[in-house]
């Protein structure tokens, strides 16, 4: 287990950061059992604080994985729950209670009286003194010894959210606006989500005896950071722990990656100074100082806390220039690479010309949504380019849609004159489903196929606009991804063995693929892994040894730009032609099933991203774009 060690003063609160969320979650499963096997040997009980959410899923997975295979056994464990929605019913489907049971107490062999999880069925009367009597029980059995937290965008521990106070013990409190936000796709919408919650106020968590706060994914980073450097407030609960006496904040690389000793770390203490992080400093100091890299002083170096990067004897005025040019060189127009031009210090090969390419795109719409503009600069200046779809995205489709488009077919088998009964039986079976069944379609399988096809046809509508050959378009339909839910199968043989087809069948030259590892369960991530899987498969052929594997950025962040090592510009005109590809994915337009926390369109979001990164390189004194898609070299 790597864990970064190297920690800043700016710190007040122990933090370890892991390679990934596997990792640290195995580190505090370990804690755990290792107290209740200690506990279990005393015959004493072992009182833990629980939380839902994210978070700690991975923790629920380890800790059955240890009660399984190393007979941990639950017996002499008892449970806290942090919280409840309110109102809420124990069977609800998006009840804290059926999350506990799901993911963690019908694995193990905890004894049901020993758990305990706030009830969201009380009438509002009853609470002040039921919640008296959740605190009273923790206390009267000694404590918690261990609470597990998460932690929300709005910096809330269990439902404590700003403005709480460090005396509030268990209670009934109001969710924020966010947290609502945040709660939304699971509920099918921000209007189904309760506006209350009963949770275990501050003093109460305070008083466990060791707190693990667990956090993932970088839309935590800035709420870590300011939990764990900032002031201690009621306006970010987390911020408590810095007066807990044994709390560890347990984080991987992307939820730490606000914290100053990493993305400042020559101000939290000693630096290394590899090339990245000198590119990062001066990007950085340019930030700043408002000034383009070869504008720099010696004074800005120092003034900004930079020293230790001149104590080499450079300059500032030749380190300025060594920055200034690496970054010039990852701009290239020739995403496949310039024929017959000197490569040197281009991104890219010039030879082979043209290049076989495979787009990966995991969803049937992240192609032209996050590099629509290098897809189509790919197609215009002549290579093979292949898009590979992994997944359907059939759950992504509204029902009405699904309803319209069967009608559609239906016409015209009708003005046709090639009705056959066949269809109409399937035309009976999808509309009475989707009659009977408002807003739950996905549960049938044609309507699913329905669905599935309708997104087939808005991508290949876009790769035909793109300039993409007909039958380089390749639906994979990846298995995994078939459930007709959000939850989907784990990836099996049957993923790999369809990607290692497909990259034998066109032995390309450039991969580009989505590559976001952040969430490990996204689809994204998932995809992503299976390629690289499939990659590992087929690495010892000959083919692979001319293959360069590109990674772009699927979410609507973008690569930091000491991390790019391509960047395509994409001129006013490109920028509209990539917009029209996206607006191909009609089903996607308006309003999606699922919009995320983001109000902007999928093209305004795409837009405003490559725009951002455009604007970047601009201030930073490098050639001024309309916009730029940037990518990661990955080599395997
Ligand atoms: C859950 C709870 C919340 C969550 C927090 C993070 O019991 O009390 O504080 O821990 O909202 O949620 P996730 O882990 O889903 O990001």
Redesign the pocket.
Known sequence: MTESTLRSHLEKVPVKIFNDRDEGSKLVAREIASLIKEKNKLDKFTVLG????????LLYKELIKIHKEEGLSFKRVITF???EYYPMKPDDANS?HHFMYENFFSHVDIEPENINIPDGTLSVEKIDNYCRDYDNKIKSLGGLDIQI?????TG?????EPGSQSGDETRLVHLNEI?IE?AAKGFGGKENVPRSAI?MGVKTIMQAERVFL????R??SEVIKAAVEGPVTGELPASFLQNHPDAVIVLDPAAGSHLSRIETPWLAGKCDWTDRMQKKALIWLSGHTKKPILKLTESDYKEWGLNSLLQTGEKAYDLNIEIHNKLQQTITGWPGGKPGSDDKTRPERSEPFPKRVIVFSPHPDDDVISMGGTLIRLAEQGHDVHVAYQTSGNIAVFDDDAYRFMDFVRGISKKMSVCEPEFEKIYQNIAGYLKTHPGNGNGNPDVLTVKGLIRQGEAAAACRFSGVKEENVHFLDLPFYETGSVEKNPVSQADIDIIVDLLREVKPHQIYAAGDLQDPHGTHAVCLHAIFDALKVVKEEAWTRDCWVWLYRGAWQEWDVEDVEMAVPISPDELKKKRMAIFKHQSQKDEPVFPGTDSREFWERAEDRNRETAKLYDSLGLTEYEAIEAFRRYKF
């Open positions: 629980l939380a839902t959410g994210g978070s700690p899923l729950n942090l919280d804290y937290l998460g932690i929300g965008r809330h521990i269990g439902f404590n947290t945040d949770t667990m956090a993932w994914g839309e935590k």
